[in-house]
């Protein structure tokens, strides 16, 4: 929109307020034009040390609100 990404800046403006990374590659190329899809050529990296596992975060913020 007007030479902006608006899904690409809705997307990091969400997930930075839950203080995760984005980084953005460019797969169209590496993934979809040799023979596969990007569902295939992508994964996410978290660190799972933490002390509220994921599937319960959100219930906990909103048992406290």
Request: net charge positive.
């Amino acid at each position: 929109m007007r030479g902006r990404d608006i899904f690409r800046q809705a997307t990091e403006t969400a997930l930075a307020a839950q203080d995760v990374r984005v980084r953005w590659v460019e797969d169209y190329s590496w993934a979809h034009v040799i023979g596969g899809e990007v569902h295939c050529a992508t994964n996410a990296l978290r660190d799972t040390r933490s002390a509220t596992p994921w599937w319960a975060a959100d219930r906990r913020r909103q048992e406290s609100s």
